[in-house]
């Protein structure tokens, strides 16, 4: 006889893909039968008509049920939520409140990518070092803020938008990091041409509309200067740290401090700083300094914050950053892969030991 308590709860303990909660907790098991010939028949329920995941869904149902003895064949059948479920499921996961608020708690740690200028790679370092660091273990999510520039999303090889569940937005995830971004909503011959208050209101949805769990970090990827988003952004995540990232040039060096000002003026920590395009190793094993040296560590001396890491010039991350392949899963065992490993680990090893701040809720 098969054990069908062991059968339901070895399913339950599956999780939605893009949940990330088992599907026993958000109530989409709804029949199981289970027969004497091994024969194994469950009924889950979707969040959405048209779940773009629903195939990985049956298949992670299908083994879960495997596992227990006795088990020699799976049928995995789907439903669709009501409206009434639907807005239940988004009512739980926002801790029972139907108001349109997101609760980030003190588990989850929010660094913003900034610099004072573009061209310096920031949108490369927040995509490869929410890599590095879900290699490790964390759960991470990238909101991608910089609404004219965004990039993200091809960074990271996510080919889908995001599903909608009862108006709350489900990021799409790869290689282990989900991100929202306006990519998603903007058709490929359309501009972003907003002012300061659409801009703010779009990064309150992806704040507020977008469902982001328990996850360990939250990775902000700025636009340049110290405009718009980046006050919005101040107002919005208070306790927020800063990761300044600049060129060894020391033009670049004196434009980004600009950057870190800015995180000064609204009492927001700096976490350190990330030297991007620090040099090129050629064919002959010689480094070469092609935008100078330097600036990176000037930086993090003029701010009394510590250097984190240099990162190379590579091919691969030029052209995983276009293939959608981030460095460390195109070329891990590349000279860029090795120091966004190192960067993942300073980063974490400054996360504060203790819960420095209450839950924020922002309405």
């Known amino acids: 006889m098969i054990d069908k308590d062991a059968v339901r709860a070895a399913i339950g303990r599956v999780e939605d893909p893009e949940i990330h909660k088992p599907i026993a907790e958000l109530e989409m098991l709804r029949e199981l039968d289970v027969t004497d010939d091994g024969s194994v028949r469950v009924l889950v329920a979707l969040t959405v008509p048209g779940c773009p995941l629903k195939a990985k869904l049956e298949g992670d149902v299908a083994q879960a049920a495997r596992t227990v003895d006795g088990v020699v064949s799976v049928t995995v059948d789907f439903t669709v939520m009501t409206d009434e479920e639907r807005a239940q499921l988004t009512a739980g996961l926002k801790g029972g409140s139907h108001a349109r608020e997101v609760t980030i708690g003190s588990r989850t740690r ?20 929410g890599v590095a660091l879900a290699a490790t273990g964390k759960t991470v999510g990238i909101i991608d803020a910089d609404v004219w520039g965004f990039s993200i999303p091809k960074m990271l090889g996510i080919d889908r938008p995001p599903t909608v569940v009862d108006e709350m937005i489900m990021p799409p995830e790869a290689h282990g990091v989900r991100a929202i971004s306006m990519d998603y909503f903007v058709r490929p011959d359309q501009a972003v041409i907003w002012r300061g208050p659409m801009l703010h209101k779009a990064l309150e949805q992806f704040l507020v509309d977008a469902y ?106 030029r052209a995983g950053a276009d293939a959608g ?39």
Do not use: C
């Not at 610099?115 to 310096?120: A, C, E, F």
């Not at 392949?325 to 590349?334: D, F, L």
């Open 110 to 129: 929010v660094v913003t990518i900034s610099s004072g200028k573009g061209g310096v790679g920031k949108s490369s370092v927040t995509t490869n070092l």
């Open 212 to 317: 982001w769990g328990d996850i360990d970090y939250l990775l902000i990827d700025m636009p340049p200067g110290t405009g718009d988003i980046a006050i919005s952004m101040s107002q919005f995540l208070p306790r927020a740290r800063a990761l300044v990232v600049t060129t060894p040039q020391p033009t670049a060096q004196r434009v980004a401090k600009r950057a870190a000002l800015m995180s000064n003026k609204v009492n927001q920590e700096i976490l350190g700083v990330v030297e991007n395009m620090s040099w090129f190793t050629g064919d002959d094993d010689k480094r070469y300094q092609l935008f100078g040296e330097g600036g990176g560590q000037l930086l993090a001396e003029e701010l009394e914050v510590p250097l984190l890491g240099q990162v190379p010039l590579v091919p691969a991350m």
């Open 325 to 363: 392949m981030p460095v460390s899963v195109a070329a891990p065992e590349s000279e860029a892969a090795e120091a966004f490993r190192s960067i993942a680990e300073r980063v974490d090893e400054l996360r504060p030991r203790v819960r420095s701040h209450p839950e924020l809720v922002i309405k």
